[in-house]
């Protein structure tokens, strides 16, 4: 069983940065995918960003070149640095795992995700 909590989330100036942790219980967190996805009221929740264990990224065409997801195994958390962010960024922000494969059409799809965090409420002013 893993408990992801997330933090880090607020308000925030257009152009502004912020950086959203999600921190794991769990002895096998190392060896998970963990994505990152977003929903803004009346959206579906959409794909942001995912890392696996070895380290390889994958991220959402609108934030690629603005956010940076990381690992961090030894404190079993993973990050996302938002940089350059848009009012159309905001939305509630939610990290999830899974155990098993991780290609990109996999991790993509929050279907495909066992676990999942409570969320942390990102608001970007224009």
């Known amino acids: 069983q893993v408990q992801l909590v997330e933090s880090g989330g607020g308000l925030v100036q257009a152009g502004g940065s912020l950086r959203l942790s999600c921190a794991a219980s769990g002895r096998t967190f190392s060896m998970y995918p963990v994505g990152w996805f977003r929903q803004a009221p009346g959206k579906e929740r959409e794909f942001v960003a995912a890392i696996n264990w070895n380290g390889t990224t994958y991220y959402q065409d609108s934030v690629e070149g603005r956010f940076t997801i990381s690992r961090n195994n030894a404190k079993n958390t993973v990050y996302l640095q938002m940089n350059s962010l848009k009012p159309d960024d905001t939305a509630v922000y939610f990290c999830?795992?899974?155990?098993?494969?991780?290609?990109?059409?996999?991790?993509?799809?929050?279907?495909?995700?066992?676990?999942w965090g409570q969320g942390t409420q990102v608001t970007v002013s224009s």
């Open positions: 999830a795992a899974r155990e098993g494969g991780s290609a990109y059409s996999t991790l993509t799809q929050k279907m495909n995700y066992k676990y």
